[in-house]
């Protein structure tokens, strides 16, 4: 049994930190594992310009703590509006890593996202030209569609033809959810990757209507019957390059999650390498770890692995059941739980 792992210290490759006070408190958590981070952009007003992203970067580099070496990926929240100049100029001076499609009112901050993705077309033809990575939150939004279902319609109705219409562009299917998007991702070339977040690995969606309403377990895409989570954790520890860490780590107050409109979103970060490695001592594949979490991100992206390495130690951790933030509280994923490893840096 192995007793230690160490690793490149890793990226996570989707994540958010909101604004203001929350930001400056989650901040911490993230840097503390991981030594890159593709920031999410869908705050209030959404980040969609160069400018903007630069004021957003530098106001999280302020909230890191002392001797923390990290570094936020910034993205442009694409709209039906998007000024494609600016996109593209922003990426040349090293503002944006990559562009993001929210379908308008797919999740949190969403409601400023696109409405005609054909529509967009001519900003993903200077992106593939230009190199801009493409990361999609692929759900379609029309209330004809079960929430169950959207992951796979997307698939059916847009992202087969954005693939087959741009084949050198880069596009990272974000919080795969289903043995659909599992099989699309094999199915494409190698310009299409896929992150895959801890609590898809962990709970299907029983976990959110058993027992009662489980608001902490509730995120979008909402996780889906056991048979996706199985063929997403064969996904993750396969060591198919195609695959890599992203957390989709999302803080909420604890009020806002249980509320009578409970907030999508699941606060991952602390315990965001724990919670992963335990699915590959679960599998067999801790050999595969060091690829998703640490190799394969970087190589889909073109950046150099980073050359400083972490360690995490077999141990029994009770993971406490909330967190202090901003005035309030949090829940943090496997709150209340223990877990059976820990990252001793």
Same mark, same amino acid.
């Given at each position: 049994?192995?007793?230690?792992v160490t ?16 930001m400056?408190?989650?901040v911490p $958590?993230?840097?503390r594992q991981?030594?890159?981070?593709i920031?999410m952009?869908?705050?209030t007003?959404?980040i ?8 957003y970067?530098?106001r999280?580099l302020?909230?890191?703590?002392d001797g923390?070496?990290?570094?936020p990926l910034?993205v442009c $929240?694409?709209t039906?509006?998007t000024?494609?100049d600016d996109l593209?100029?922003?990426?040349e001076e090293g503002?944006?890593t990559?562009?993001?499609l ?7 901050n ?5 409405t ?6 001519p ?5 593939q030209?230009?190199g ?5 939150h692929g ?6 569609i079960?929430?169950?279902d959207r992951?796979a319609e997307?698939i059916?109705?847009y992202?087969r033809?954005?693939v ?10 974000e919080?795969?959810t ?8 094999l ?6 990757g =896929? ?10 969606r029983n976990?959110?209507l058993?027992?009662g309403m489980q ?5 979008l ?7 996706h989570r199985?063929?997403?954790r064969k996904?993750?520890?396969?060591g198919n ?11 909420h107050?604890?009020?806002d ?6 907030? =999508?979103?699941i606060?991952g ?5 724990e919670s992963?490695l335990?699915?590959f001592?679960?599998?067999?594949a ?8 640490s ?6 992206y073109?950046?150099?692995v980073?050359?400083h390495?972490?360690t995490?130690?077999r141990?029994?951790?009770?993971v406490p ?8 509280t ?6 209340g739980q223990s877990?059976?490893?820990k990252?001793v840096g």
């Amino acid at each position: 049994m192995t007793d230690s792992v160490t690793i490149r210290r890793p990226d996570d490759w989707h994540l958010h930190f909101r604004d203001g006070d929350v930001m400056r408190g989650v901040v911490p $958590y993230t840097a503390r594992q991981f030594a890159r981070a593709i920031v999410m952009p869908n705050l209030t007003p959404p980040i969609t310009t160069a400018a903007m992203a630069a004021d957003y970067r530098d106001r999280i580099l302020a909230a890191m703590p002392d001797g923390v070496d990290f570094e936020p990926l910034m993205v442009c $929240y694409l709209t039906d509006d998007t000024d494609a100049d600016d996109l593209v100029c922003g990426a040349e001076e090293g503002v944006f890593t990559a562009a993001k499609l929210y379908p308008a009112n797919a999740t949190t901050n969403s409601a400023h996202g696109v409405t005609n993705v054909r529509g967009i077309y001519p900003v993903l033809e200077r992106m593939q030209e230009a190199g801009v990575v493409f990361c999609v939150h692929g759900e379609v939004t029309t209330p004809d569609i079960d929430v169950f279902d959207r992951e796979a319609e997307f698939i059916e109705r847009y992202l087969r033809d954005i693939v087959a219409n741009f084949p050198d562009l880069k596009v990272v299917f974000e919080h795969i959810t289903t043995r659909d998007a599992v099989e699309f991702v094999l199915e494409s070339g190698p310009n299409v990757g =896929a992150t895959i977040t801890p609590q898809h690995l962990h709970i299907n969606r029983n976990a959110m209507l058993v027992g009662g309403m489980q608001p902490h377990n509730y995120c979008l895409p909402v996780a889906k019957r056991e048979e996706h989570r199985l063929e997403l954790r064969k996904a993750a520890t396969s060591g198919n390059p195609k695959f890599f860490l992203g957390t989709d780590s999302a803080p909420h107050f604890r009020g806002d999650k249980e509320s009578s409109c409970g907030c =999508a979103g699941i606060f991952g970060a602390p315990y965001a390498l724990e919670s992963y490695l335990t699915v590959f001592d679960e599998e067999d594949a801790i050999e595969q770890f060091e690829g998703f979490a640490s190799l394969h991100g970087p190589a889909f992206y073109g950046l150099p692995v980073n050359e400083h390495k972490v360690t995490l130690e077999r141990m029994r951790v009770e993971v406490p059941d909330e967190l202090a933030l901003a005035g309030s509280t949090i829940v943090p994923w496997h709150g209340g739980q223990s877990i059976g490893w820990k990252f001793v840096g």
